[in-house]
């Protein structure tokens, strides 16, 4: 009973945190456009210099480097934004949805089944491209940066993780479809 009331507040939360990166979204969209489109304008010049996020460090350059400026270092930050953006929002409907079931019925149901599949996907797919692009911009960006007595790489493997993670919840989803088929031949016996 105790679990009931976590998927129902998890629930509620997922669609809270779906509007809300969803505004997130729309922010990152203007303040990228704004430096495609016109990089001298008033909106581009109100958020400042170009400064992209990456997911696993900080980059702080005492001066812009030139990469920053490059029209097609900030397309390949736009897309990779993009792509977390519906990554995100596609991973907090699914999961809205997903607890929803866990709070209404239980684990045991074909929906769960489906959404499960379709959240596999979603990780392989739209994770793996997110993690992958990232690590592109991080690899860029490293090359800006002038160590002297070392050098600093990058693998650029962290994508091979969210594959493996998409997989898995793949399987996930079979093995509870085998469940769940059992558990409506069990009931059709009773």
């Not at 929002?89 to 499960?116: D, P």
């Not at 989803?173 to 009931?187: D, F, G, T």
């Amino acid at each position: 009973m105790k679990w009931k009331i976590f998927y129902k507040y998890g629930a509620k939360l997922c669609s809270v945190l779906f509007y809300v990166i969803g505004l997130i979204g729309i922010f990152t969209l203007v303040y990228h456009l704004s430096y495609l489109m016109s990089p001298t304008g008033e909106l581009a010049k109100s958020f400042g210099a170009f400064d992209p996020v990456y997911s696993n460090l900080t980059l702080v350059f005492d001066q812009q480097p030139l990469l920053y400026k490059d029209e097609e270092f900030i397309v390949l930050s736009l897309v990779t934004s993009i792509i977390m953006f519906v990554f995100a929002l596609i991973f907090l409907r699914l999961m809205r949805k997903l607890l929803q079931n866990l709070h209404q019925e239980s684990l045991f149901m074909m929906e769960n089944v489906k959404v499960l599949f379709k959240m596999g996907i979603t990780i392989l797919v739209l994770g793996s491209a997110f993690t992958f692009m990232d690590e592109l911009l991080m690899t860029k960006a490293l090359k800006e940066i002038h160590v002297t007595n070392a050098s600093v790489t990058y693998t650029g493997l962290a994508y091979v993780d969210t594959f493996f993670t998409g997989i898995f919840v793949m399987i996930l989803a079979s093995a509870l479809k085998v469940a769940v088929e059992a558990v409506e031949e069990n009931k059709h016996t009773i």
